[in-house]
């Protein structure tokens, strides 16, 4: 694996975000839900509606089984920022067009179109599953379910999985797969509703840049 698809898959896995596809993948095929699945994505779509500002902690497993941790603050519409602990030296900074990635190890700065990224359906100003992403699969758990969404449009690479608890509601974390069965899965701690958060926070430019050189 070379160092920019590790990191465009880190990047997946903590901010949902996956790159513009590198090549042609099959158009996804919309499950054809029942009203107990219907019900499901209804119950998430409102739990995300109502999730206007939350801060709490991430766990990241990639597939080589490295976890890592850091803290997330989510604003919507629009805004989110995942800090990363330790070594990793990654930030992702989404200023509601743009989602910036940083790798302060590495000395990379990446941007892409926050609407080109499944981030986009956490931070929409109004939440639908129905648009921009196809669902492929809706499933009950013992103590939640998983929604399995692909891009609509195949401007993205692999798949996301949201998962979410019952009783109540609450997104527990995502997996992201890609086209060759690669995973790396993100676990939710303590996210809560938060608010009064810094602007900066949502804010990152390209540090490598000095103050007045182009």
Do not use: H
């Amino acid at each position: 694996m070379t160092d920019q698809t590790r990191r465009f898959l880190i990047a997946a896995a903590v901010a949902g975000l996956a790159a513009p596809a590198f090549a042609q993948v099959t158009k996804p095929a919309p499950a054809a839900l029942n009203a107990e699945q219907q019900a499901l994505v209804d119950k998430a779509t409102a739990y995300i509606q109502d999730l206007s500002s939350a801060k709490g902690r991430f766990v990241q497993t990639d597939q080589r089984g490295t976890v890592t941790q850091g803290t997330l603050w989510l604003q919507r519409p629009g805004k989110a920022r995942f800090a990363y602990e330790g070594p990793s030296g990654l930030l992702v900074v989404s200023n509601g067009s743009n989602v910036n990635i940083f790798d302060s190890r590495l000395k990379t700065f990446e941007s892409y179109p926050l609407s080109r990224t499944p981030l986009a359906l956490l931070l929409a100003r109004e939440v639908r599953l129905d648009r921009g992403v196809v669902i492929t699969d809706v499933r009950k758990l013992a103590d939640g379910f998983t929604i399995v969404a692909q891009d609509a449009k195949r401007q993205t690479l692999g798949k996301i999985s949201l998962e979410f608890s019952n009783a109540p509601v609450a997104l527990m974390g995502w997996t992201v797969s890609d086209v060759k069965g690669g995973e790396i899965r993100v676990r939710l701690a303590d996210l809560e509703k938060a608010s009064g958060f810094d602007p900066k926070l949502f804010v990152l430019n390209d540090p490598r840049r000095r103050v007045g050189k182009p």
